[in-house]
């Protein structure tokens, strides 16, 4: 036990460098107990890294992980934390029944009574191949095999589990881990790069760009932290303070600018709205991307 | 018991539309004090939205006074807001709905009818 026994997650100095360069860098995040924590940000962010991290499974360049108040195992993973990967763990040779009777002979903390509550609560074909299933079908064996493997986990990781779903499918894979929440409690923290959805079901946004956390917290906290400014575009430049600028988009006649102060009104000319997650999600993505830029066109004057 | 509705692209967070729809069943008296608020299970499972939220707005209302959590048994209505004449079936709202009869009848649409009846409250209130 430590003092840091009321989070499920906590990184500090995280980072991570493969031959390539460095796909994680100076990653400090704090999550909650019992949160809903969305990772987002554009592919190549480093989500997949730090919840690779996260597993213990990957080992840190920099930094340390601790996972429910405690410091990483030295083999395997945390009996509490459980990790559904990208490329879902399914054989597609095998059957619905067949995956079940897998799981089970394969972990020693299988539940097998809450798999198979999930997979008949999702209607789920006890006889047909996995290949034959839709990808709805399969996003929720998958999560039922997650859910049941670390006997009710305390911490889910979640790589991509809406990727390649349709609308209504998305929804009702999320309505089962919300269930699943509500029943546990539990922590989940889940990387996406479909923002849909997201608003409802998750009180937490961590945004990755570039290796680095953008932005990390309570969403209705940030969301009261920030307005959206609407108005002639030009008087954004020197009527709004540079430092509260968080993004900044212009026609020829208007501005549209993120500000984190929600106080600030620069003048009778603008109108301030409240924000949304898209809204601060699309600002720090933009601006990373523009660093980006402006770092590519750097190296390539000094060549 | 009441079913709550979230309004995905109203721009109001989902915890505020919650307080607020239990605070309007309070006022139009459709619930009352000792009726049980769903729990956060059977309301994830109507609408997929994040338990967590709805504790938050359980939480809040709470913290108004106007509920109680039970231990083991949920969460409680403690105070009604409902005014006694403020009933749909109270004299005013009897009055109210001739009125809305009448607006029908003139040709005012639903937008005109709630509009002008808006017009009137602010000018009043």
């Known amino acids: ?303 | 018991m009441i079913q709550f509705r979230v309004d995905r692209s109203s721009g109001t967070p989902t915890y505020v539309q919650l307080i607020q729809q239990v605070k309007q069943a309070l006022h139009m008296g459709l619930i009352g004090v000792g009726d049980q608020l769903p729990t956060a299970k059977d309301v994830v499972a109507a609408t997929a939205i994040n338990p967590n939220t709805v504790l938050k707005a359980y939480r809040e209302l709470e913290r108004e006074g106007l509920v109680e959590p039970r231990p083991g048994a949920g969460t409680f209505i403690r105070r009604s807001l409902a005014h006694p004449d403020a009933g749909i079936d109270a004299p005013l709202g009897v009055e109210l709905a001739a009125w809305a009869r009448r607006a029908a009848d003139a040709g005012l649409g639903r937008e005109d009818a709630e509009a002008l009846a808006k017009a009137v409250i602010d000018r009043t209130f």
């Open chain 1, 1 to 303: 036990m430590t003092e840091h026994d009321d989070l499920a997650l906590r990184a500090t100095g995280l980072g991570k460098r493969y031959r390539r360069g460095w796909a994680l860098q100076d990653c400090d995040l704090a999550l909650p107990r019992g949160t809903v924590a969305a990772l987002v940000g554009p592919n190549g962010a480093g989500k997949s890294t730090l919840l690779h991290l996260a597993t213990g499974l990957l080992r840190p360049t920099t930094g340390h992980v601790e996972v429910l108040g405690r410091p990483m195992p030295r083999a395997g993973i945390d009996p509490k934390l459980a990790f559904l990967a990208q490329d879902k763990p399914l054989y597609r040779g095998f059957t619905v029944e067949g995956m079940l009777r897998a799981g089970a002979a394969l972990n020693t903390s299988w539940d097998a009574g809450y798999a198979a509550q999930l997979v008949d609560r999702g209607h789920l074909p006890r006889a047909a191949k996995v290949a034959t299933l839709s990808g709805g079908q399969r996003s929720r064996l998958a999560l039922a095999l997650a859910l049941a493997l670390a006997r009710r986990p305390e911490l889910l990781l979640l790589d991509e589990p809406l990727a390649d779903l349709d609308p209504l499918v998305r929804r009702e894979v999320m309505a089962e881990l919300m269930g699943a929440v509500a029943e546990t409690g539990m922590t989940v923290l889940l990387s996406s790069h479909v923002l849909t959805d997201l608003d409802d079901t998750c009180d937490h946004l961590v945004i990755l760009a570039r290796g680095r956390v953008q932005l990390a917290g309570d969403i209705d906290t940030l969301l009261a932290g920030h307005r959206v400014l609407t108005g002639p575009a030009h008087q954004a430049i020197g009527h709004i303070p540079s430092e509260v600028i968080v993004g900044i988009e212009t026609t020829t006649r208007q501005a549209t600018v993120l500000i984190n102060d929600p106080a600030l009104l620069p003048g009778p000319d603008w109108i301030s709205q409240p924000a949304t997650v898209d809204d601060l999600v699309l600002a720090h993505l933009r601006t990373a991307a523009e660093q980006d830029a402006g770092d590519r066109a750097v190296l390539g004057q000094s060549a």
